[in-house]
């Protein structure tokens, strides 16, 4: 069900999330996107996807160096959650960081938000925290 694909492959899917959050505007959508392709640059990014009918309805990031991996930016449409997408794109991402020989992966969630609860049951511990400020409008 899950396949990997290339960065350009998830934008569509990725611009619809974005453009739903209530800071976005077109411009920062953008940005964001075309930050992907930056972080391409620095290190090994790996993208995968699950569609439906042709359509990419969930995706995951895979960042490494070789010896350290982050799972990043999973994200599933509305209407296509509770189906295990999310559950399989973390197994497959972290499968595919554990074959590059990475021996410490990680990805970050919110200590209040209910994603921590999949990523505790797919197996990830807590390893830390850290307070992220923002200064509202």
């Known amino acids: 069900m899950v396949e990997e694909v290339d960065e350009v492959a998830l934008r569509p899917a990725r611009r619809r999330l974005l453009a739903a959050e209530p800071w976005a505007d077109p411009a920062l959508v953008e940005q964001l996107l075309d930050a992907k392709q930056t972080i391409a640059q620095a290190l090994t990014a ?15 990031d895979l960042y490494h160096d070789g010896r350290t991996a982050q799972i990043e930016d999973l994200a599933t449409l509305e209407e296509h959650r509770g189906h295990g997408y999310a559950s399989a794109l973390v197994l497959r991402a972290l499968e595919e960081a554990r074959q590059a020989g990475c021996d410490l992966v990680f990805l970050v969630a919110d200590a209040e938000d209910w994603p921590k609860l999949l990523y505790g049951r797919l197996g ?14």
């Open 46 to 60: 790996r993208f995968f996807a699950v569609r439906v009918d042709g359509e990419v309805v969930a995706y995951v």
């Open 124 to 137: 990830f511990v807590e390893l830390g925290r850290y307070v992220k400020l923002i200064r509202p409008g």
